[in-house]
Nanobody, 123 residues
Protein backbone atom coordinates (compact mmCIF):
# COMPACT_ATOMS: atom_id res chain seq x y z
CA UNK A 1 0.00 0.00 0.00
CA UNK A 2 1.23 3.46 -0.91
CA UNK A 3 0.08 6.72 0.57
CA UNK A 4 0.76 10.00 -1.20
CA UNK A 5 0.36 13.29 0.63
CA UNK A 6 0.52 16.62 -1.18
CA UNK A 7 1.26 19.92 0.48
CA UNK A 8 2.29 23.45 -0.40
CA UNK A 9 -0.89 24.75 -1.95
CA UNK A 10 -2.44 28.06 -1.03
CA UNK A 11 -3.64 31.44 -2.21
CA UNK A 12 -1.26 33.49 -4.33
CA UNK A 13 -1.53 36.52 -6.59
CA UNK A 14 -1.07 36.23 -10.32
CA UNK A 15 2.62 36.22 -11.16
CA UNK A 16 3.53 34.58 -7.88
CA UNK A 17 5.07 31.21 -7.11
CA UNK A 18 4.30 28.10 -5.12
CA UNK A 19 6.16 24.85 -4.55
CA UNK A 20 4.11 21.71 -4.13
CA UNK A 21 5.47 18.60 -2.46
CA UNK A 22 4.27 15.01 -2.62
CA UNK A 23 5.61 12.67 0.02
CA UNK A 24 5.14 8.93 -0.23
CA UNK A 25 4.89 6.44 2.59
CA UNK A 26 4.42 2.73 2.64
CA UNK A 27 6.67 1.93 -0.30
CA UNK A 28 9.52 3.62 -2.07
CA UNK A 29 8.76 5.64 -5.18
CA UNK A 30 12.26 5.33 -6.59
CA UNK A 31 11.28 2.67 -9.14
CA UNK A 32 8.30 4.59 -10.50
CA UNK A 33 7.67 7.57 -12.69
CA UNK A 34 5.44 10.13 -11.02
CA UNK A 35 2.98 12.70 -12.27
CA UNK A 36 1.11 15.81 -11.26
CA UNK A 37 -2.44 16.43 -12.39
CA UNK A 38 -4.95 19.14 -11.60
CA UNK A 39 -8.70 19.50 -11.55
CA UNK A 40 -10.61 22.76 -11.63
CA UNK A 41 -14.28 22.94 -10.59
CA UNK A 42 -16.53 21.48 -13.27
CA UNK A 43 -13.59 20.27 -15.36
CA UNK A 44 -11.94 16.94 -15.93
CA UNK A 45 -8.66 16.10 -14.26
CA UNK A 46 -5.82 17.09 -16.57
CA UNK A 47 -2.15 16.27 -16.90
CA UNK A 48 0.31 18.87 -15.67
CA UNK A 49 3.76 17.30 -15.48
CA UNK A 50 5.54 13.98 -15.05
CA UNK A 51 9.02 12.75 -14.28
CA UNK A 52 10.77 9.45 -14.95
CA UNK A 53 11.92 7.21 -12.11
CA UNK A 54 15.42 8.69 -12.00
CA UNK A 55 14.50 12.23 -12.95
CA UNK A 56 16.20 11.96 -16.31
CA UNK A 57 13.08 12.71 -18.33
CA UNK A 58 10.38 15.27 -17.67
CA UNK A 59 7.12 15.99 -19.46
CA UNK A 60 4.85 19.03 -19.31
CA UNK A 61 1.48 20.14 -20.52
CA UNK A 62 1.78 22.95 -23.05
CA UNK A 63 -0.14 25.24 -20.71
CA UNK A 64 2.58 25.08 -18.02
CA UNK A 65 5.73 24.58 -20.08
CA UNK A 66 8.35 27.14 -19.18
CA UNK A 67 6.59 28.09 -15.93
CA UNK A 68 6.43 24.82 -13.95
CA UNK A 69 9.28 22.47 -13.06
CA UNK A 70 8.88 18.94 -11.76
CA UNK A 71 11.66 17.31 -9.78
CA UNK A 72 12.18 14.48 -7.34
CA UNK A 73 14.35 13.40 -4.44
CA UNK A 74 14.24 9.62 -4.22
CA UNK A 75 16.18 9.62 -0.97
CA UNK A 76 13.30 11.57 0.57
CA UNK A 77 10.59 9.71 -1.35
CA UNK A 78 9.34 13.10 -2.50
CA UNK A 79 8.27 14.70 -5.76
CA UNK A 80 8.05 18.46 -6.22
CA UNK A 81 6.28 20.86 -8.52
CA UNK A 82 7.74 24.35 -8.65
CA UNK A 83 5.15 26.71 -10.09
CA UNK A 84 6.22 30.17 -11.23
CA UNK A 85 4.42 32.98 -13.04
CA UNK A 86 1.11 31.63 -11.84
CA UNK A 87 -2.06 32.61 -13.64
CA UNK A 88 -5.70 32.59 -12.50
CA UNK A 89 -6.33 29.70 -14.88
CA UNK A 90 -3.89 27.59 -12.84
CA UNK A 91 -6.43 27.56 -10.02
CA UNK A 92 -7.29 23.93 -9.25
CA UNK A 93 -6.76 21.06 -6.88
CA UNK A 94 -3.39 19.53 -7.64
CA UNK A 95 -2.79 15.80 -7.29
CA UNK A 96 0.30 13.67 -7.44
CA UNK A 97 0.14 10.08 -8.59
CA UNK A 98 2.28 7.02 -9.21
CA UNK A 99 2.62 5.93 -12.83
CA UNK A 100 2.30 2.22 -13.64
CA UNK A 101 1.38 2.14 -17.35
CA UNK A 102 2.93 3.41 -20.54
CA UNK A 103 1.43 6.86 -21.17
CA UNK A 104 2.44 9.79 -19.02
CA UNK A 105 -0.55 11.88 -20.02
CA UNK A 106 -3.60 9.84 -19.00
CA UNK A 107 -5.04 9.36 -15.53
CA UNK A 108 -5.56 5.68 -16.28
CA UNK A 109 -1.77 5.18 -16.30
CA UNK A 110 -1.58 5.98 -12.60
CA UNK A 111 -2.66 3.82 -9.71
CA UNK A 112 -2.10 5.60 -6.38
CA UNK A 113 -3.25 9.20 -5.92
CA UNK A 114 -2.92 11.74 -3.16
CA UNK A 115 -5.83 13.64 -1.66
CA UNK A 116 -4.89 16.84 -3.47
CA UNK A 117 -3.85 20.34 -2.46
CA UNK A 118 -5.75 23.48 -3.43
CA UNK A 119 -4.01 26.16 -5.44
CA UNK A 120 -5.86 29.44 -5.89
CA UNK A 121 -4.43 32.23 -8.02
CA UNK A 122 -6.08 35.62 -7.71
CA UNK A 123 -6.02 38.20 -10.48
Amino acid sequence: QVQLVESGGGLVQAGGSLRLSCVASGRTLSSYAMGWFRQAPGKVREFVAAISWNGGMTYYADSVKGRFTISRDNAKNTVYLQMNSLKPEDTAVYYCARKVSSSYYYTTSYDYWGQGTQVTVSS
